[in-house]
């Protein structure tokens, strides 16, 4: 764990929907085998330690508090590039002060995880009263898979505990399944039952698909052997909205591609 300090807090998000951008941290210890965040950033040394290294950015509360007063009002998204909820969160409460100072703003919100800590942050969510939402990936319903590509992540029962009781709450839900990979969560009984899930609590789906940047197919590699390029095909991915859009429409559900 490596404290950093940061001199934003809300960075302009090129992000469909989001105005601005606010990651916590850097680094993530969920360690998605998929993951392609250490790609998008220019912090080459971030690359070789993704899973291993956090870093939690441990001004960003007061770099929030100064901002939220200058700034124009805008969908604040957290967790953009890494997921807000670490295992460190449980100590540095970086992101329960940035979701509380927010809770009280004018801003709206959405938190975006794959963790059920996101839970013991409900009553701020609930305090923002309609400007907050929480996204929560599941890839899969398959406990098995699941802890092959997400090892450090709440397993997928948690997750679906989180939807229902955000919903129960009255905090508006929706369910990012991504990235969908051939061989592993793309038949359509896995996108199916995301699908009836998300159905289940209320909450739309935002859709996306195994993005193959720079070194993901090496760390997929020792879990998902057989994949290739190739494999993800236009006609692979048009079978899977396809899929997703039918089961969305039986469930009366709206759907859009992440992307
Ligand atoms: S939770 Fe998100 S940021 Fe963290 S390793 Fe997984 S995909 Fe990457």
């Known amino acids: 764990m490596r404290p950093q300090r940061c001199t934003t807090a809300l960075s302009s998000s090129g992000l469909p929907g989001l105005r601005y951008a606010l990651n916590p941290y850097l680094g993530c210890a969920h360690a998605c085998a998929y993951c392609y965040a250490p790609a998008t950033l220019r912090r080459p040394e971030l690359t070789g330690t993704w899973g291993d290294e956090v870093y939690p950015r441990n001004n ?15 969908l604040v998204g957290i967790g953009t590039v890494t997921d807000p909820y670490q295992p460190a969160e449980r100590t540095y409460r970086l992101t329960r002060g940035s979701v509380s100072l927010l809770a009280s703003s004018r801003f709206p919100f959405q938190v975006h995880t794959k963790s059920d800590l996101v839970l013991r942050d409900l009553d701020l969510l609930v305090r923002a009263g309609g400007r907050a939402s ?12 699941a802890l092959r590509i997400e090892p450090g992540a709440s397993p997928p029962a948690k997750r679906a505990a989180v939807l229902r009781r955000c919903a129960a709450e009255g905090v508006a839900t929706w369910v990012f399944l991504g990235p969908v990979i051939p061989g592993l969560n793309d038949s359509p009984a896995s996108l199916r039952a995301v699908v009836d899930l998300a159905a289940g609590t209320g909450s739309h789906i935002m859709l996306d698909r195994l993005n193959l940047r720079r070194g993901v197919l090496d760390r997929l590699r020792p879990v998902m052997p057989s994949l290739r390029p190739d494999d993800l095909s236009p006609a692979w991915w048009q079978r899977v909205m396809t899929t997703v859009s039918v089961a969305c429409k039986e469930a009366g559900l709206p759907w859009r591609s992440a992307f």
């Open 60 to 74: 960003i509360i007061d770099v929030l508090a100064r901002e939220l007063k200058r700034r124009e009002p805008g």
């Open 134 to 145: 929480v996204g929560i990936t599941v890839t899969t319903l398959d406990e098995d898979a």
